[in-house]
């Protein structure tokens, strides 16, 4: 489970996150909705650990992340906005890298490594050094990469942009038996089309708060509107939150 209580960040003038609170669960996607500039990415990194909220608490399994970055990190993969990955390492190389810096001896991070590759259908590309990978090759090594401790949590920053339709297909799948299989899945996006297809829960934020939350049928039937994209629109312009 991944919960943020009262988050709020500034940097210099800027109120980037501000009392920002919800709760991500066991078993379920979370989506966390909201336009360009609306405190997405900021929220996620204050929740992995990447930058330290001024004020409130991010909370992973109950960890919290200010308090004990090390054991937050244990419980959670991420996939950040870039994919950050050795360009002269191969797929595979890079995925058990990873392993190893969460703890795994070499032989279990390769073999952990191996079963990805396979669960992910890297085949054609594992063996091939990073660099001059597609954007589909570099989400699938990403994605991998941060599955490779086997974390319950999962946090991805907008992981569908700039995929092929059979990439964003493919990765749809994996985090539809992810959830099936217990996880809980925290993703940021601006993409409707997302939202609908995965989301089981959606958190709406604009200007760096908390505007709504609920399922996608809470938030339509709230807002009066027949499609997301229409209650999104309403939900931003108006800055009106619904329980």
């Keep these: 489970m991944i919960e943020a209580r009262h988050l709020s960040k500034r940097f210099g003038a800027v109120q980037a996150v501000h009392e920002v609170s919800f709760v991500a669960a066991d078993g379920r996607i979370t989506g966390l909705l909201?336009?360009?500039?609306?405190?997405?990415?900021?929220?996620?990194?204050?929740?992995?650990?990447?930058l330290r909220a001024d004020t409130g608490a991010a909370l992973i399994d109950g960890i919290d992340v200010a308090r004990d970055p090390l054991e937050a990190r244990r419980r959670i993969g991420v996939l950040s906005h870039a994919s950050g990955l050795y360009p002269r390492l191969t797929a595979r190389e890079n995925i058990a890298y990873?392993?190893?810096?969460?703890?795994?001896?070499?032989?279990?991070?390769?073999?952990?490594?191996?079963?990805?590759?396979?669960?992910?259908?890297?085949?054609?590309?594992?063996?091939?050094?990073?660099?001059?990978?597609?954007?589909?090759?570099k989400l699938k090594t990403a994605l991998a990469r941060a599955l490779v401790h086997?974390?319950?949590?999962?946090?991805?920053?907008e992981?569908?942009?700039?995929?092929?339709?059979?990439?964003?297909?493919?990765?749809?799948?994996?985090l539809s038996?992810?959830?099936?299989?217990?996880?809980?899945?925290?993703?940021?996006?601006?993409?409707?089309?997302?939202?609908?297809?995965?989301?089981?829960?959606?958190?709406?934020?604009?200007?760096?708060?908390?505007?709504?939350q609920g399922a996608p049928e809470a938030l339509r039937s709230g807002t009066g509107q027949a499609g997301l994209e229409d209650a999104f629109v309403q939900l931003i312009g108006s800055g009106e939150g619904l329980a």
């Design 34 to 50: 909201g336009p360009n500039g609306a405190g997405k990415s900021t929220t996620l990194r204050m929740l992995c650990t990447v």
């Design 98 to 137: 990873f392993g190893e810096l969460h703890g795994l001896s070499r032989a279990a991070s390769f073999a952990r490594a191996d079963e990805l590759v396979a669960r992910l259908e890297l085949g054609d590309f594992a063996d091939r050094r990073a660099k001059g990978f597609s954007q589909g090759q």
């Design 150 to 157: 086997a974390p319950r949590n999962l946090v991805l920053d």
């Design 159 to 174: 992981p569908t942009n700039g995929l092929d339709v059979m990439a964003v297909r493919s990765l749809r799948r994996l």
């Design 177 to 212: 038996d992810l959830r099936t299989a217990g996880h809980c899945i925290l993703f940021s996006t601006h993409v409707m089309q997302e939202v609908s297809a995965l989301c089981d829960d959606v958190v709406v934020i604009a200007r760096g708060t908390v505007v709504a």
